[in-house]
Each structure stands twice: as structure tokens, then as C-alpha cells.
């Protein structure tokens, strides 16, 4: 088993190796983050100003809707599961992944639905253009053609997710080193393995509501259609009963790489371990029963409308928990700040900020101001471009030098951080102002009140995708021309990962490490 | 997709411009609008009130864990010679962080509980609205006086695409408002007739969302005589964004005053049906009614969206008028073509079937009388 | 089940977790919407009204008066006319009324409609009874013909106090499309 790789195509094609198999995933997910932010920023320039200046409605629309359906699924996720191939089975002591060749497949199956999902962009009628939460009947009865594609393609998108999340379990529990008992695992392995378990939960509904969709668009059912006896709300409730504890999944893990960063620039280890494990599972248990936040002004009974929003408040303390473990892991350590450490650092401090806007939107009667507008679109960017992208971009730093073997360059990554910092901020923050103002998300054009706003966050935003263009150019000429890295990269840093040499060799731990 | 390159070039300058034309920085954070509106009713106050309640507690949750964060990130570095410590646990610490903010959450919660009783309190009112969302416009039916109409954005394209200077009320502005009495309590029926909609003024305080076959209600007694505007709040479709809500409130004398020229317009109206017009009467008013109602799908010129709209040029704008007028009164099955037939007037369907074929080169040279449609709605 | 499994602990996990996603996805498409309905029900969310109902006792309470509203609503690309003949009815709990609706077709097709009865107060759902309602089949009409689409009801006495208003809306649907092979499948209809 100790030979190399195979050469040429091949290699990719049908490799079972995790190391190929995560760089793919990560290569992918990088490709589609840069499609998802050229729809963005198509957005971001129709609402520079006011009045239509370079996009007709509909197809603004189809760029909502796709850089949401991108960004979700094809550059979160897929990034996370990149680096849970990359990093698992070398944290754990495993020599690869569980179901090595199920790993092949579910990670080859996702091409073809996002190429499935942009081609529709090329169809009569356009692509979806229903928004990423594609309510029944405007996705159902009012949908363009390409719906039934869109829906193929978020059925595979699926079977690969519930594929790689039942592999990453496999690994998990049956691959650990000897020794490596659950409560000694690194968080990232513990996060990982909990967003397994929603993915394995929640996928399936997913598949479920969009096949209902599929079967009331050609099989004459009547689940969304009032006409029939079904109803449009049921869709809410299955899509939102998916889609919550989907943006967890886009979230723990984040909440695993920052639990390894930190300690090792703050030169301490990580303060209440397993506070932070029990944090992580009752915020998973707690997605489960939160989804009807999302349609307070949906009309709900009254108890109703007051269960979901005590049950989403609670959501802020085993949050506030991990908050206040990372602060307590920085207090009196001895810190660097080093690039994966900047972006942990902004990750806890503008995390905390989209939390914050999260517990004010959970209040209910005032959620019938905020729902809808741009202070939800600030919300939830706050969440996922500081809490997912930043946290991928903080692991890539972090652990690039152990998978190339090649140091990245300490000052193009710090101004690729002070870039992304500043142009996030400056996309987003004035997102809350114009949302408390009154400008209703999903609007291709607006008053002049809300134009200042709007510009701001506009200048943020391609300012942000320029960074990203420098990231990319870093990632390249690390790869290929930067300085040798040791083994350790940092200085003592935890995990098994660390302890083989970088590049980490082709195959890892044939033999399980002892861990004590 | 792309549309007229000057326009683009347009696009580039504006930055430009716009920081030349600035007043000053004073005058600016005057009218810079960045927080929530206390509106005009109890309700609104009320969320508003809850809005900076938990903005300040946000606030001062935030000073404190930023403090002791930024406090280690300045004191605890390793560039200052500190020695790391080791501690890793406390549940004296856990505990703590975990009751405190419990504590505040119980806090936060019970003034949120009663406003949203308060808010669900939809009893005992003055008066109902029924208002039913369509692509795009919004329907108000007074449910007790017999009185209904359709509200649809009246801003010229023109500004909308940049050819005209934006008025103030850009996007903001109907053709025919939501009246209302002050002091009075109204309630807010919603429903849509094809996807769903959310009906939102944010002065009023009131979001709900209008979801064809079913319905939902909502209130709000406003305080103030004034104009209030709001927009769709749920993705409804290409124009989500150009179907504005503007709520008119009058001192209940005015109001009932505007009620009664409403009835009184009701019935010149269908007197309106038995006169025969001249056709430059018809094409007339079919160009603004065509203008409003058709030139969303249809295009001002006539010529549609490939693949998604049909071209008037050709088709039923060209064929036999009886099918024309059928169409457009009895919509297309199936198609993104609406019944017009409860939505518009005779005299309106008469003289828009009029304009669109004789508009754009269309010569049939024919016309339609409001007694054509009304005969034709009749069955005959 | 366990005997079922592989021995291989990879295998067997990786096929219990296969059948909790397979389990999930037929809970999505087979229990949440029946489970979604029943709840529905029971809370009158959303406003839906009940099936018909059998008259148990013919007190009527006449201690109160309740204001039941009524409005119509076409769907879109629905061209009948369709309005209650009366929008406001005053009764007492527990008294049967009649209230008609005119339902006219004036395309020159046959066509059929289905009528979505909703109501608010939600709160006030389980308490409002029909005994005979058009909105329980789907109405056939032909072309130019006209119709009075009756409706019975009776405001259950149970109805908590703080209710004085109840505002029923029907919403009528154009279901033509799906009679096309003839008219046997009315019952496929509905799921």
C-alpha cells in the first residue's frame, strides 16, 4: 500500500485517497465560491444606485437566487467537507477516510449538479429565479422550466452530502487511533461529527420538499397548491425545518477550526473543552425546534409564534458559552497574529455581531419590522461571510503549509485579511441601516433613501471579491514556489497532524499512532 | 440581459457625480434615515420601543466581552515577554456564563410577550380591509362599504430607466392609495390570488403575509393624519419590487367624504359602459391603462419578452378582435396571462384591446366599445 | 435488525445511517404533510375549516351575537364572478344560517371551480361549523351559466368570549385542467 499516487488524469479520476479527494472538494468549492461572488457582485452593481442601470428584474432575481443556491452548496459545504477529508482521518489517526470509494463518488456527483444548476442560466424562461428558498407556488405553479432541473440538481447535491456525511461518521467513530477516546478528539472532529448527524437528519427533507415540488409540477399533486387541498405554508415548514439546521451545518464546523486556532496562537489550550462539545450539541438539538422563526409573519397562532421564539432565544446561550470559552482561551495566553489567527480573531468578534442581530430578530413582534429587509441579509451574511468563509479562509492558512509543504507569505496574508476585514464590513454593516430603514430584500431598485447605503455597500463589496483575488493568487504561488515548512509549522501546536511531515506523505498512518 | 451600453457608461460616472453633488456632511447625517421608524400607531411604538431595548442590551453585552477580548489581545501578547498560563477549565466559570445570560434572556422575553399579545389583539374593530396581493399590484376592498380598487405603482418607466430625473417618491407611489381614517381601528384582512405576497408599512407597524386560499389578518389604529409608504416584503416574481403600498390616513370627516366620491366614481363608471367613445378617446386612455397594466410583461414597446412574454405584434393583437377581448378578459390558462375581466373596467378593457391594436404599427384599424365587453362578460 | 447487519462495523454503521436517511426522507414526504394537516386542525392554523359537520343540538345561545363577515376572491386566471350575496351576517351561537354565494361563468367554456374556505380568527376555526357548503365539491359550470352556491352554518356555542367578529374568505380556483379526462377522478383531487 505504500505506493505514490497514479499519474496524470487519472490520478483525479479515480482516486480514494482522502488527501486528492479533499483537495478536490476544496478546489471545487473555491471555483464555485468565485461564480457565487461574480452573481453577487452582478447584484451588488444593479444596486450601486437607483433605477435599473444594468440588469432587467427577472434576471436579477436568478442571480439572488443562484448566488444563494451557489454559495450554500456549492462553496460552503463542499469546503467543509474538503477539509474534513483532508484533516479527519490525520486528526484521528486514521490511515483514510471510512468508505474510500463512496468518498470518489460523492464527491465526483457534485460537478455535475452545478453544472446541471448553471446551465439553467442558459435555458428558455432562465434559471430559477424564486430566491434560494424557492417558496411554493412562485417555484411550483410560477416557476420557469428550469425548475425541474434546479431540482435535479439539488436532489444530487444532497445524495452527495448524505454520502460524505455518512462516511465522515464511519471514519469517526470506527477509525480513531487506540487511545483516541471521543472526549480527546479535536473540536473540528467533534463539530464535524455532530454536523454529520444534521446533515444525515435534514438532506433527506430537502430531497423530500423539492421532490413534492416535483411531483405537484408534473404529477398533478396538490401539496403546495391551495386549489387542491394542500397548502403553501406546509412548504415553509419542511423547507425551513431543513433549512435550519442547515445554517448550523454551515456553522459548526467553523466552530471546530476556530477551537484549533486560537490555542495555538494564544500559546494555551483551549478553555472548557467539554463545555464546548455539550455547547455544540444542544445547538444542533436546539436547530430542530427553532425552524418557524423564519415565517413569524406568516401568520401563525399565538402559542405558536411564542414557542419558537423562546425556543430561538435559548439558541444564545450555548452560543454565548463558545463565545466566552474563546475570550477565556486568549485571556493571559501569549499571543501572535499570524494570518489564521487575524481571521479566527474577526471570525469570534463579527460572529458575535451577527449573533447578536440573530437574538434581536428572534424577538418576535419586532421580527414583523426586520423580517424581509436588509437587516436580515445583514444578519445572515454577518453569520456566514465572517463565520463560514472567513473560518475556511483561517483553515486554509492554518493547514495549507502542512498540505503543500510550502509556507504561505506572512504579508500578502495579512493584507488579504485586512482587505476581506474591510470590505466585509463595509458590504455589510450598512446592510443593517438600510434594512431598519425599510428596503425590503430581494428589490432590484429603490428610493434614493436607502441609496447611500446601498453605495457603501457596494464599494465593500468589490473590494472583498478583490481580495479574494489576491487569496487565490497566495493559494497558487504558495503551492508552487513558497518556503519549506517544518513539520510542526507553528509553534507546539496541537493534533495528530502536526506530527507527520510537511507535505503530509501520500498516505498517513498505516500504522495508528499511539495517543496517550 | 445587458442592457444599452451608454447607460453602462452612465453607470461608471455616477460615483463621480455623486461625491461632488454631496451637501455637506451635516445636512447628510440629517437626512440619512439608518433606524427603524417609531411610526404612527401603538403597535409601531411598541416594536420600536422593543427594538432599541434590545439594541442596548446587544450593546452592552458587546462592551463587555469586546473589552476583556481586546484587553488580552493588547496585554497578552507574546511580543510583551508574558508566559502563557494553563488553565483550560472552571465550572464556577461555565456555570456563571451560562445563568447570566438566561437571566437576561427572561429579561428581554417578557416585554417581547406582551407586545405580541398586544399585536395578535385584532378584535373588536372599526372597520376591515380586505387587501389580496397580485403579480404585481395590490387589490383594497372595504369590506363594509362596497368600495374596492387595484393599487399599482404609478412611477414612470422613464425614471425607473433612467431618462428622467427620480421624483421624490420614486418606487414609493400609487396610482390610487389606501385611504383610512385616523383614531380609528382597522383590521387588515390579507390574502394574494396567485403567490405569495407581504403586505408591509412599516409606519403602521403591520407585516403580514398574503398567501392565496388563505387568509390572515393584522391591525393598527393610526394616530396621525399623513401618508404612509411601504413595499412588498416577499419575493413575489420579476416586479416584487415595483409593487408600493401607500396608506393615505384622514380625519374621519374626510374620509367619509372620500368614500362617498369613491361610491359616487363606482357608478359613473358603469354608467361610462353604455356610452360609445371615438376611437382617439379609446386609444387614448388604452395607452395609460397599457402603460400601468400591460407594459410590465408586454413591454412599452409592445414586443415582449422572447421566450417568456409573447410579442403583441403579432397574435392576438392581430387576429380576430373576439378572441382579443376573450383573452384579455378571461386570461390564459395555464400562462402568466391574468383574467383582466374582474380587475379593469369595461371602459378600460375597450380602450386598451383598442390601443394594442392599432399601437406599434398594428393597424387593424378596428376598435372596441366598453358595451363590446360588457356583452362579451355576459356570455353573448 | 442487528442480526441483519454486516459484521464488519464500517459496513453495518454506514447502512444504519443510509436507512435514518432513507427514514428522513420518507418522513418528509409521508408524515410531515398528514402531520402538518391533523395539526392544523386541531389549532386552526392557517385558518382551515373543518369537513361537514353533523348537528348534535339545536340550542342557540341568544345571550350573544356574533358578526360573521364574508369575502371572495378569484384566483389568478380565474374569470367567473363569485361574491356572496350578503357580506355581513349577525348570529347567534348555535343557530343554523343559510348564506348563498352567485357563482358565474361568463367564458364560453365549461369550466370547474373549487372553493378554498379560510378563516380568521384562527382561534375561532374549530368553532365554526359547516353543515353543507358548495366548497366542499368542485362546482361545474357551463359556459354562460350561472349558479347559487349555498352554504349552511352554525357558530358553535363553545366560542371563547373575546370573539365578536369572524371573517370567513373563499377563494375560488380555476380546476378545469384537471378534469380534462372527463369527470370520474373528482376524488383524486384532493390528495
Known amino acids: ?516 | 440581459m445587458f442592457k444599452r451600453a451608454h447607460r453602462l457608461f452612465a453607470w461608471l460616472l455616477a460615483p463621480a457625480v455623486l461625491m461632488t453633488s454631496y451637501q455637506t456632511l451635516a445636512e447628510k447625517a440629517e437626512s440619512l434615515k439608518f433606524n427603524m421608524t417609531e411610526g404612527v400607531t401603538p403597535v409601531s411604538r411598541e416594536i420600536q420601543g422593543l427594538h432599541m431595548e434590545m439594541f442596548w442590551w446587544c450593546v452592552a453585552i458587546g462592551v463587555v466581552v469586546f473589552s476583556i477580548m481586546f484587553y488580552s489581545m493588547i496585554m497578552h501578547r507574546k511580543s510583551r515577554g508574558v508566559k502563557p498560563a494553563n488553565f483550560h477549565e472552571s465550572t464556577g466559570l461555565e456555570i456563571l456564563w451560562t445563568a447570566i445570560p438566561l437571566v437576561i434572556l427572561v429579561v428581554m422575553a417578557i416585554p417581547a410577550t406582551s407586545s405580541l399579545i398586544t399585536l395578535y389583539d385584532s378584535e373588536e374593530a372599526d372597520m376591515s380591509v380586505l387587501i389580496t396581493g397580485y403579480q404585481w399590484r395590490w387589490k383594497y376592498d372595504y369590506v363594509d362599504s362596497d368600495v374596492s380598487f387595484f393599487s399599482n405603482l404609478s412611477t414612470p418607466r422613464d425614471e425607473i430607466d433612467g431618462y428622467a430625473p427620480k421624483n421624490p417618491n420614486y418606487l414609493l407611489e400609487v396610482d390610487e392609495p389606501l385611504v383610512v381614517p385616523v383614531g380609528q381601528k382597522i383590521r387588515f384582512l390579507v390574502t394574494a390570488a396567485d403567490v405569495i405576497h407581504s403586505w408591509w408599512v412599516p409606519d403602521l407597524g403591520v407585516k403580514r403575509d398574503a398567501i392565496p386560499g388563505f387568509i390572515n389578518d393584522s391591525w393598527a389604529v393610526i394616530e396621525e393624519p399623513g401618508i404612509y409608504r411601504g413595499q412588498c416584503a416577499e419575493l413575489c416574481g420579476k416586479d416584487h419590487g415595483f409593487m408600493p403600498i401607500v396608506v393615505e390616513a384622514k380625519p374621519e370627516a374626510e374620509y367619509n367624504a372620500w368614500l362617498e366620491e369613491k361610491r359616487a366614481q363606482a357608478q359613473e363608471l358603469a354608467k361610462l359602459t353604455e356610452k360609445t367613445f371615438s376611437f382617439d378617446e379609446l386609444y387614448e386612455r388604452g395607452e395609460k391603462v397599457y402603460g400601468q397594466w400591460c407594459a410590465a410583461c408586454h413591454q412599452a414597446n409592445g414586443e415582449g419578452v422572447a421566450g417568456t412574454f409573447p410579442s403583441l405584434k403579432e397574435g392576438i393583437a392581430v387576429g380576430p378582435i373576439d378572441e382579443h377581448i376573450d383573452v384579455v378578459v378571461n386570461g390564459v390558462p395555464g400562462t402568466a396571462m391574468q383574467a383582466f375581466g374582474e380587475q379593469l373596467s369595461e371602459v378600460d378593457i375597450a380602450a386598451v384591446v383598442t390601443y394594442e391594436r392599432n399601437a406599434w404599427g398594428n393597424n387593424m384599424g378596428d376598435e372596441a366599445q366598453p358595451i363590446d365587453i360588457y356583452n362579451h362578460k355576459q356570455g353573448n | ?191
Not at chain 1, 401539496?223 to 456553522?251: K, S, T
Not at chain 3, 343554523?96 to 352567485?102: A, S
Open chain 3, 1 to 191: 435488525m442487528n442480526r441483519l447487519l454486516p459484521e464488519n462495523p464500517v459496513a453495518a454503521l454506514s447502512i444504519k445511517l443510509g436507512v435514518w436517511a432513507v427514514g428522513m426522507f420518507v418522513f418528509a414526504l409521508w408524515i410531515m404533510p398528514p402531520m402538518y394537516d391533523a395539526f392544523c386542525e386541531i389549532t386552526g392554523l392557517n385558518g382551515k375549516t373543518g369537513d361537514r359537520y353533523e348537528v348534535t343540538s339545536a340550542e342557540v345561545d341568544t345571550s350573544r351575537t356574533i358578526k360573521v363577515q364574508f369575502v371572495a376572491t378569484n384566483n389568478q386566471g380565474m374569470p367567473w364572478e363569485f361574491a356572496p350575496e350578503v357580506r355581513t351576517v349577525e348570529v347567534h351561537p348555535g343557530e343554523q344560517t343559510r348564506v348563498n354565494f352567485e357563482a358565474f361563468n361568463p367564458t364560453e367554456q365549461k369550466m370547474v371551480g373549487q372553493a378554498i374556505p379560510s378563516l380568521v380568527p384562527y382561534k375561532a376555526s374549530s368553532y365554526f361549523h359547516k353543515t353543507e357548503c358548495f366548497c366542499f365539491d368542485q362546482q361545474h359550470l357551463e359556459a354562460g351559466e350561472g349558479a347559487e352556491l349555498p352554504m349552511f352554518f352554525i357558530v358553535d356555542r363553545d366560542l371563547p368570549q373575546q370573539i365578536h367578529t369572524i371573517t370567513l374568505s373563499y377563494t375560488l380556483f380555476d380546476v378545469t385542467d384537471r378534469f380534462e379526462d372527463g369527470e370520474d377522478n373528482v376524488a383524486s383531487v384532493t390528495q
Open chain 1, 1 to 516: 500500500m505504500a505506493h505514490g499516487p497514479a499519474k496524470g488524469i487519472t490520478r483525479w479520476l479515480y482516486t480514494t485517497n482522502h488527501k486528492d479527494i479533499g483537495s478536490m472538494y476544496l478546489w471545487f468549492s473555491f471555483a464555485m465560491f468565485f461564480l457565487g461572488g461574480i452573481f453577487a457582485l452582478v447584484i451588488r452593481a444593479e444596486l450601486f444606485q437607483p433605477g435599473l442601470q444594468i440588469v432587467e428584474p427577472n434576471f436579477f432575481n436568478q442571480m439572488t437566487t443562484m448566488h444563494g443556491l451557489i454559495m450554500v452548496f456549492g462553496a460552503v459545504m463542499p469546503a467543509f467537507v474538503g477539509l474534513a477529508n483532508w484533516m479527519i482521518p490525520m486528526m484521528v489517526g486514521a490511515p483514510d477516510m471510512a468508505l474510500p470509494r463512496m468518498n470518489n463518488w460523492s464527491f465526483w456527483i457534485l460537478p455535475f449538479a452545478f453544472m446541471m444548476l448553471v446551465s439553467t442560466l442558459f435555458m428558455e424562461g432562465g434559471a430559477p429565479n424564486f430566491g434560494w428558498t424557492f417558496y411554493a407556488p412562485l417555484s411550483t405553479t410560477y416557476a420557469p422550466p428550469s425548475v425541474t432541473f434546479f431540482i435535479f440538481a439539488v436532489h444530487i447535491m444532497g445524495a452527495s452530502s448524505i454520502m460524505g456525511a455518512i462516511n465522515i461518521i464511519a471514519t469517526i467513530l470506527n477509525m480513531r487511533a487506540p487511545g483516541m477516546t471521543l472526549m480527546k478528539m479535536p473540536l473540528f472532529v467533534w463539530t464535524w461529527l455532530i454536523t454529520a448527524y444534521l446533515l444525515i437528519a435534514v438532506m433527506p427533507v430537502l430531497a423530500g420538499v423539492v421532490t413534492m415540488m416535483l411531483m405537484d409540477i408534473h404529477f398533478g399533486t396538490s401539496f403546495f397548491d391551495a386549489a387542491g387541498g394542500g397548502d403553501p405554508v406546509l412548504f415553509q415548514h419542511v423547507f425551513w425545518f431543513f433549512g435550519h439546521p442547515e445554517v448550523y451545518i454551515m456553522i459548526l464546523p467553523a466552530f471546530g477550526i476556530v477551537s484549533a486556532i486560537i490555542p495555538t496562537f494564544a500559546r494555551k489550550p483551549l478553555f472548557g473543552y467539554s463545555s464546548m462539545v455539550y455547547a455544540t450539541a444542544s445547538i444542533a438539538f436546539l436547530s430542530f425546534i427553532v425552524w418557524a422563526h423564519h415565517m413569524f409573519t406568516v401568520g401563525m397562532p399565538i402559542a405558536g409564534e411564542l414557542f419558537f421564539m423562546y425556543a430561538t432565544m435559548l439558541i444564545a446561550v450555548p452560543t454565548g458559552v463558545k463565545v466566552f470559552n474563546w475570550v477565556a482561551t486568549m485571556f493571559r495566553g501569549a499571543m501572535t497574529f499570524e494570518t489564521p489567527m487575524l481571521f479566527a480573531v474577526a471570525f469570534v468578534i463579527l460572529f458575535t455581531i451577527g449573533g447578536f442581530s440573530g437574538l434581536m430578530l428572534a424577538i418576535a413582534p419586532a421580527d414583523f419590522q426586520y423580517h424581509d429587509t436588509y437587516f436580515v441579509v445583514a444578519h445572515f451574511h454577518y453569520v456566514l461571510v465572517p463565520g463560514a468563509i472567513f473560518s475556511i479562509t483561517a483553515a486554509v492558512y492554518y493547514w495549507l503549509p502542512k498540505w503543500c509543504g510550502h509556507m504561505y507569505n506572512e504579508t500578502m496574508g495579512k493584507a488579504h485579511f485586512w482587505l476581506a476585514f474591510i470590505g466585509l464590513n463595509l458590504t455589510f454593516f450598512p446592510m443593517h441601516f438600510a434594512g431598519l430603514a425599510g428596503m425590503p430584500r430581494r428589490i432590484p431598485d429603490y428610493h434614493m433613501m436607502f441609496a447611500d447605503w446601498n453605495m457603501l455597500s457596494s464599494m465593500g463589496a468589490f473590494l472583498f471579491g478583490g481580495a479574494q483575488v489576491l487569496f487565490l493568487y497566495i493559494v497558487v504561488s504558495t503551492i508552487l514556489k513558497g518556503k519549506k515548512a517544518t513539520a510542526e509549522v507553528w509553534e507546539n501546536p496541537e493534533g495528530l497532524e502536526w506530527t507527520v511531515p510537511s507535505p503530509a506523505p501520500y498516505h498517513t498512518f498505516s500504522t495508528p499512532p499511539e495517543v496517550k
